[in-house]
């Protein structure tokens, strides 16, 4: 979150201003397809408690993996990418306490007040610190931002391999379940994206970014939410596994969108 916070600048404020149906269309779809894909795949599979209350906290975080639109060069909205990633990290300390709530609700007790303040120490607070870093430390931003990125890996793999490794032998025992929950999960995010914001009358390009917006989650912050909110470990396991399926799918995505070119420019002109 410092990381993503400190490549935050006002342009990016402007750049919202010119592109509002596309930053509104991607957030909306943000919280709403995921939410909800979390809540019918629980139903549908009939998840134990714990395990849907863990699906549907990562459907209701935030995205926050805007790289693969860089990886996709061209053939996605970089520009896109950044504003949708901020819109719904700010605002992901009041929606992913209030869907989770609302959704997650429904299988297991849900402090609503206790995961909006950890929400604003996770997310906001280091995204604003970055940001102010940014604007008036920019040497020192400079500085360190190379070695941001991998910082975040390692703190990704850490936090994802310590929830798997506590929960070893339940996964054993129910990991196929869950792990094609989360395939669902994120297979429905990254398909309704892109179909619903093309029905939105977004570009080609937008809808792409969209699609991979949607359909990765900040899975990292679900992790941490589970552990310190509730009681059951087993609620961060979806979150873990959840890290792993969005990257798969979502490289497989950009991978095949970047060897498009010469269908994407023929869309882009019937538009």
């Not at 592109?19 to 939410?35: A, D, H, N, T, W």
């Not at 206790?114 to 020192?140: D, H, I, K």
Request: charged residues 10%; hydrophobic residues 55%; contains cysteine.
């Amino acid at each position: 979150m410092l990381g993503m916070g400190m490549t935050l600048t006002l342009d990016d404020l402007r750049g919202a201003l010119a592109m509002p149906k596309e930053v509104i269309s991607g957030f909306i779809l943000q919280y709403s397809v995921m939410p909800l894909s979390a809540f019918f795949v629980s139903k549908l599979l009939r998840l134990p408690s714990h395990y849907a209350a863990g699906l549907i906290l990562v459907g209701c975080c935030p995205g926050g993996i805007q790289i693969l639109t860089s990886l996709m060069h061209l053939r996605g909205n970089v520009a896109l990418s950044v504003l949708m990633t901020a819109a719904s990290t700010m605002s992901a300390v009041v929606m992913t306490p209030f869907l989770t709530a609302k959704l997650a609700g429904q299988f297991v007790a849900v402090d609503a007040a206790g995961l909006l303040m950890s929400t604003l120490q996770v997310v906001l607070l280091p995204v604003l610190v970055g940001a102010l870093l940014n604007q008036y430390f920019q040497s020192f931003v400079k500085m360190v931002s190379p070695l941001m990125p991998p910082i975040a890996v390692v703190t990704v793999a850490v936090l994802c391999g310590n929830a798997i490794a506590q929960n070893a032998s339940a996964i054993l025992m129910s990991g196929r379940q869950v792990v094609l929950a989360t395939c669902l999960l994120h297979a429905s995010g990254f398909f309704f994206g892109y179909v619903l914001a093309r029905l939105l009358k977004v570009d080609v390009s937008s809808a792409r970014t969209i699609s991979i917006e949607v359909g990765m989650q900040n899975s990292v912050l679900g992790v941490v939410l589970a552990g310190q909110h509730f009681g059951n470990p087993l609620t961060a396991v979806p979150c873990a596994v959840s890290s792993v399926c969005h990257s798969i799918f979502g490289s497989v995505l950009a991978g095949i969108w970047r060897c498009t070119t010469a269908t994407t420019t023929a869309e882009n002109k019937q538009d």
